[in-house]
């Protein structure tokens, strides 16, 4: 990784059962009284963690993407067009193929990220209707993501590294997708939130987005919620997918001025 | 514990040592399928679905042109056990009764009448309390009887056991383990061939012969209940035709 | 899997538009119904559901077990899945995998609320016996016995029908002194317990074709969908859960109109399943 | 009952019952206890030098049936005739069938055969209608006349020496079916006839009973404008201008569940009960929708029921 992603001192991770525990009561008392509380980051409410996001870390691809919320930290290789290695029946357009893996160290408990099964068909319907299969056809593009560290909103992240990538690789695109979720805390939305939070929460709701098209690729939502209360979650959600959108497009922007000079 | 009450003779279900549990068979139960049947046997209730004869899907499996591939799948629903656990797909015991389905299905499949054709035989188990691939491979008799798939004879199978110096026949799941002997019998009904014969355990070779004498009977008394349930569908499908 | 050449999408998609599907069926109709209850003796709940050609079979099964230690006041619940190759060839061996796990996922995100256990179809803290030591847990499993398009909807149906037949044994606990040592337990066989299953959503499944949403749509319909919502509703009219499939992208104010569709489309489909429930149960 | 599980009350399943036990009473006794299962044994007489039949074999000496069916005795012909099979093709049976696979010079199709079926691009009249030799360009063009999925109407041409079964399409009425929808029954409900293809101008609605058990419902085509036809199609980009009319589409649906009701019921497919039974529907005011449902179901049985005593009452009358 390049120098810029240090940020100089390091400080050991405090991820021992015990102090989990009390961070979890914390809130729990926080809920309780219902009140704005500081999260335990530091963010308020409607903050999104800063994100790091760069193209390129793996040369063998054909497009890269590393991306970084806080504590989560994902890697995206995309290989192809490439043909399609299964006999498959002749198709007009091309194939994509998303498979999302935890690395064993990514989860507090070793392995834990396993559970997570439908990521990879999750992303897979996030990006599909961003991707111009009829560009490619017969072949396929394969998009492996790899999750290095949970901290939370980890497909969100894993979709717009994946679009990131996608970018990178020069596979065509209606536009790029972001992605953001929030929680839900009685009657508060917190955005972007972390394992921690997202471990307590009452519920969840998660947009992918195309900012320039303004359409929502994948939508998922757990818990119950009133009509009002998805219409502002939606819509806070897609104000940070766009100004995300930018951030993408920032280093695109910058790769490609590299590549030019 | 006492598997034949020692004064009544009777089973812990309340059965007769050579008394079957109750047999029901019903053809047409899935909607999409070629031929499908229901079968239960007591509690031991099971579906199966034949797909085909249709054209080879994947030529590699393909071993001879002239005659048919006959496939078959064994499953196990997640709640049809007492004890719920969940196993992985295709593990051991899923496959051995899948292939020994398949071969005794195939006995009596006149397979060189498809050629370059395939049927594909998918048994479900929904309940199991003993004795499922006899109950598999009843219910996929009738399926394949349903799907108009040639046949040389009606094959049936059904199990007997030997606890308490008793052979008794159609073991459920509490005498099956046991740990007595479990002998499961396939015949082919009209020619009087076994075509399937599996035992666990061991036995003395003339208690043998009459706990495989017993299974044989349960068998014939299968037979004779399929052929019913076979002719009155297909009295009842013609009738309608008019 | 269902292959249509351009000529039957045409009219399918013709169909749809003049309010008139291939069935005869307007685009808000569901197809026929029909619901059985205890199909699984030895589950402690279980119900056969036919919609159309799709034919479910859930089960409830509940075993004792401990509380988790993050939630020692709640018990706990599971949903899983399979598509039974009966259904369709290309379900052998692993080939229904994804589906299935789709399908659970789905169902989980619409029936066991958010990670705090709010707004569960079913009250979690209700299978609490001894909070802290023991609880039930409940094993709920789907199998796609047949497979004519619309199968969520037809699970989440059949899980609430069973859960509707679901009694749990009454258990007496003997606490002794020592709070270290495992309780005694005592499970009636007679006593049972009914479920509260009023609060159990259901699933209704709006798949956008052409600029209509139609509901319970068949296999051949699902193939022409541009992109469908499945969106989890309560009686009262609450959103449980939402999901959204099928690739293409959907304008924001489409997603809202949809939902507010469904909400709609919900509410006939309870008085539905209730009456189908009530005959069922009548029927016994 | 396969297909339709409806919710019966209990007055319509007695009414049910009634209706089909009515139909066991008029069925010639002949018919049914001619009824085998698989390895019954066919009672012949041994001298008359008999001839084994499709769905039966030889065990020691005896003839035995291999299927469930009836059985049929032509001269000296024994077989069974099937009911629940999938389709037996015999040379001219026209059917309809989907395509699977585009292969050199040939599509494959699945007609509910036990194999695909082969329709040559030789056997086929190519849309010019010129008869000449085919060239490499026919061959690249073949998926501007087929492609994958579309459904086909054919003529069974027979068996070639390497055991697959090939067809033809040498005729206009053939070829491809767009605008309306394919429904599967099981084939022995449907009769081979001298007409397959039914105009049905009253509804402006084609219906093809395919000898497999392939049924098309849809719009009316004329012959000699189905090439103008594809091509107007192509200009005009707007699709909704192009929807099958409305009434038409009606009609379409209403015949194509009085399909669906009349093969769950197992009765024989004839056109003239197809028209009847969607007329019935109609002038009794049912939702096309509503012919799905367990009353109308009842009904049919029972209308089926009657006109089947009549024709045998007027049969014995005659008489």
């Given at each position: 990784m390049s120098a810029q992603a240090g940020t100089g001192t390091y400080s050991p991770a405090a991820a021992s059962g015990d102090k989990r525990r009390e961070r979890r009561e914390e809130l729990r008392r926080h809920l309780a009284e219902d009140a704005d509380w500081p999260r335990a980051d530091g963010r308020s409410f409607h903050d999104c963690r800063p994100a790091f996001m760069q193209t390129g870390p793996t040369t063998a691809a054909s497009g890269s993407a590393y991306a970084e919320f806080g504590k989560t930290k994902v890697i995206v290789s995309v290989f192809g067009p490439r043909e399609s290695k299964k006999a498959m029946m002749y198709s007009d357009v091309g194939r994509l193929n998303c498979n999302v893996s935890y690395t064993t160290f990514a989860t507090p408990v070793r392995g834990q990220g396993a559970d997570n099964k439908e990521y990879s068909s999750m992303l897979h319907k996030a990006l599909e209707g961003a991707v111009m299969l009829h560009t490619f056809p017969k072949t396929t593009v394969d998009v492996f993501a790899l999750v290095l560290e949970s901290g939370g909103s980890d497909l969100p992240i894993i979709i717009s590294c994946a679009s990131l990538a996608l970018a990178d690789a020069g596979i065509m695109m209606y536009d790029l997708v972001t992605s953001v979720s929030v929680s839900c805390f009685g009657k508060n939305i917190i955005i972007d939130p972390t394992s921690d939070e997202e471990a307590w929460q009452d519920g969840s709701l998660m947009v992918a987005f195309m900012p320039a098209r303004k359409e929502i690729t994948q939508l998922t939502l757990t818990g119950e919620w009133s009509d009002g209360k998805i219409t502002n979650a939606v819509e806070l959600c897609m104000d940070a997918c766009s100004k995300l959108g930018e951030i993408l497009r920032d280093r695109l922007k910058d790769t490609a001025t590299l590549t030019n000079e | 514990m006492e598997y034949v009450d020692p004064l009544t003779g009777f089973r812990v279900d309340g059965r007769r040592p050579n008394e079957m549990r109750k047999l029901k068979g019903e053809v047409g139960v899935v909607a999409r399928a070629d031929g499908s049947a229901l079968f239960e046997m007591g509690n031991t209730r099971v579906i199966a679905a034949v797909y085909g004869p249709r054209e080879v899907q994947n030529k590699g499996q393909q071993v001879n042109s002239k005659e048919a591939l006959v496939r078959c799948e064994y499953r196990m629903a997640e709640f049809?056990?007492?004890?719920?656990?969940?196993?992985?797909?295709?593990?051991?015991?899923?496959?051995?009764?899948?292939?020994?389905?398949?071969?005794?299905?195939?006995?009596?499949?006149?397979?060189?009448?498809?050629?370059?054709?395939?049927?594909?035989?998918?048994?479900?188990?929904?309940?199991?309390?003993?004795?499922?691939?006899?109950?598999?491979?009843?219910?996929?008799?009738?399926?394949?009887?349903?799907?108009?798939?040639?046949?040389?004879?009606?094959?049936?199978?059904?199990?007997?056991?030997?606890?308490?110096?008793?052979?008794?026949?159609?073991?459920?799941?509490?005498?099956?383990?046991?740990?007595?002997?479990?002998?499961?019998?396939?015949?082919?009904a009209k020619m009087d061939k076994v075509t399937l014969l599996q035992m666990d355990a061991k036995l003395a070779m003339d208690t043998f012969e009459n706990v495989m004498g017993l299974a044989i009977e349960g068998c014939k008394a299968i037979a004779t209940y399929i052929r019913e349930v076979l002719l009155e569908n297909t009295k009842r499908l013609e009738c309608q035709r008019g | 899997m269902v292959g249509l050449s351009e000529g039957e999408k045409h009219f399918i998609r013709g169909g749809i538009a003049q309010d008139i599907r291939t069935d005869g069926r307007r685009r808000l109709q569901f197809r026929a119904l029909s619901v059985e209850t205890g199909v699984i003796p030895q589950a402690n709940g279980s119900a056969r559901v036919r919609l159309g050609a799709t034919e479910i079979i859930a089960s409830v099964k509940a075993e004792l077990g401990k509380p988790s230690i993050l939630h020692p006041d709640k018990g706990k619940v599971s949903i899983f899945v399979d598509c039974s190759p009966t259904a369709e060839p290309t379900f052998e061996g692993r080939g229904s995998?994804?589906?299935?796990?789709?399908?659970?996922?789905?169902?989980?995100?619409?029936?066991?609320?958010?990670?705090?256990?709010?707004?569960?179809?079913?009250?979690?803290?209700?299978?609490?016996?001894?909070?802290?030591?023991?609880?039930?847990?409940?094993?709920?499993?789907?199998?796609?016995?047949?497979?004519?398009?619309?199968?969520?909807?037809?699970?989440?149906?059949?899980?609430?029908?069973?859960l509707s037949d679901t009694g749990l044994p009454k258990v007496n606990v003997s606490l002794s002194a020592a709070s270290d040592e495992e309780p005694e337990v005592d499970v009636s066989d007679e006593e049972f317990l009914q479920f509260d299953t009023s609060s159990v959503p259901v699933i209704i499944t709006l798949t956008k074709v052409g600029r209509h949403y139609i509901v319970d749509a068949t296999s051949e319909e699902e193939s022409q969908m541009s992109s469908a919502v499945s969106v989890s509703v309560n009686r009262n009219g609450q959103i449980c859960g939402l999901t959204k499939r099928g690739g293409a992208g959907l304008d924001p104010s489409v997603i809202f109109d949809m939902i507010s569709v469904a909400r709609h489309a919900s509410q006939q489909f309870i008085a539905l399943v209730d009456s189908q429930i009530a005959a069922a149960e009548a029927d016994e | 009952?396969?297909?339709?599980?409806?919710?019966?009350?209990?007055?319509?399943?007695?009414?049910?019952?009634?209706?089909?036990?009515?139909?066991?009473?008029?069925?010639?006794?002949?018919?049914?206890?001619?009824?085998?299962?698989?390895?019954?044994?066919?009672?012949?007489?041994?001298?008359?030098?008999?001839?084994?039949?499709?769905?039966?074999?030889?065990?020691?000496?005896?003839?035995?049936?291999?299927?469930?069916?009836?059985?049929?005795?032509?001269?000296?012909?024994?077989?069974?005739?099937?009911?629940?099979?999938?389709?037996?093709?015999?040379?001219?049976?026209?059917?309809?069938?989907?395509?699977?696979?585009?292969?050199?010079?040939?599509?494959?199709?699945?007609?509910?055969?036990?194999?695909?079926?082969?329709?040559?691009?030789?056997?086929?009249?190519?849309?010019?209608?010129?008869?000449?030799?085919?060239?490499?360009?026919?061959?690249?063009?073949?998926?501007?006349?087929?492609?994958?999925?579309?459904?086909?109407?054919?003529?069974?041409?027979?068996?070639?020496?390497?055991?697959?079964?090939?067809?033809?399409?040498?005729?206009?009425?053939?070829?491809?079916?767009?605008?309306?929808?394919?429904?599967?029954?099981?084939?022995?409900?449907?009769?081979?006839?001298?007409?397959?293809?039914?105009?049905l101008a009253q509804y402006d609605v084609d219906l093809i009973l395919g000898c497999n058990g392939f049924i098309w419902v849809g719009e009316h085509v004329v012959v000699d404008e189905k090439v103008k036809a594809t091509e107007d199609q192509q200009k005009s980009s707007d699709e909704a201008e192009n929807f099958t009319p409305l009434e038409t589409r009606k009609h379409i649906c209403r015949l194509a569940n009085a399909v669906r009701v009349l093969s769950a019921l197992g009765f024989t497919l004839t056109v003239e009960l197809i028209i009847e039974t969607a007329e019935a529907s109609a002038s009794s005011n049912v939702e096309v929708n509503d012919m799905l449902g367990a009353e109308f179901y009842v009904q049919t049985a029972e209308r089926e029921a009657k006109r089947r005593a009549d024709l045998l009452r007027k049969k014995n009358g005659a008489r």
């Open positions: - | 049809s056990t007492g004890d719920r656990r969940r196993k992985p797909k295709g593990d051991r015991r899923s496959t051995e009764i899948s292939l020994v389905i398949r071969q005794t299905m195939e006995a009596s499949i006149l397979t060189h009448l498809m050629p370059r054709s395939q049927i594909d035989i998918f048994v479900q188990v929904l309940q199991a309390d003993g004795g499922t691939r006899s109950a598999c491979i009843n219910a996929a008799t009738l399926a394949l009887a349903d799907a108009g798939i040639p046949m040389r004879d009606i094959v049936t199978s059904c199990s007997a056991g030997y606890l308490c110096s008793t052979p008794l026949l159609d073991l459920n799941y509490l005498e099956d383990s046991a740990g007595g002997a479990d002998v499961t019998v396939g015949i082919l | 995998e994804e589906l299935s796990a789709e399908l659970s996922v789905a169902l989980q995100r619409c029936l066991l609320g958010g990670k705090s256990g709010a707004g569960a179809a079913i009250d979690l803290s209700s299978l609490i016996v001894v909070e802290g030591k023991v609880c039930w847990d409940l094993y709920i499993d789907g199998l796609v016995v047949s497979s004519d398009g619309n199968l969520l909807d037809a699970l989440a149906t059949a899980i609430k029908v069973a | 009952m396969r297909d339709l599980h409806l919710s019966l009350n209990q007055t319509q399943r007695v009414r049910l019952e009634a209706a089909l036990h009515e139909l066991q009473s008029l069925t010639p006794a002949a018919a049914s206890a001619a009824a085998v299962t698989v390895a019954d044994t066919i009672p012949v007489n041994q001298e008359d030098n008999i001839l084994k039949g499709h769905g039966t074999s030889d065990q020691d000496g005896e003839v035995v049936a291999t299927l469930c069916g009836v059985v049929e005795r032509v001269n000296k012909l024994v077989y069974v005739r099937t009911l629940r099979a999938r389709y037996k093709p015999e040379v001219g049976d026209i059917i309809v069938g989907r395509v699977i696979e585009i292969a050199p010079k040939r599509w494959r199709l699945e007609i509910n055969f036990s194999q695909d079926a082969v329709l040559m691009l030789s056997s086929m009249n190519l849309p010019d209608g010129i008869q000449r030799r085919r060239t490499a360009v026919d061959e690249l063009n073949m998926r501007s006349i087929f492609e994958e999925n579309d459904v086909i109407c054919a003529e069974v041409r027979g068996f070639q020496h390497d055991g697959s079964l090939h067809l033809q399409a040498r005729s206009e009425k053939y070829g491809k079916l767009e605008r309306g929808q394919l429904l599967t029954v099981p084939p022995y409900l449907v009769k081979r006839k001298k007409q397959h293809f039914h105009h």
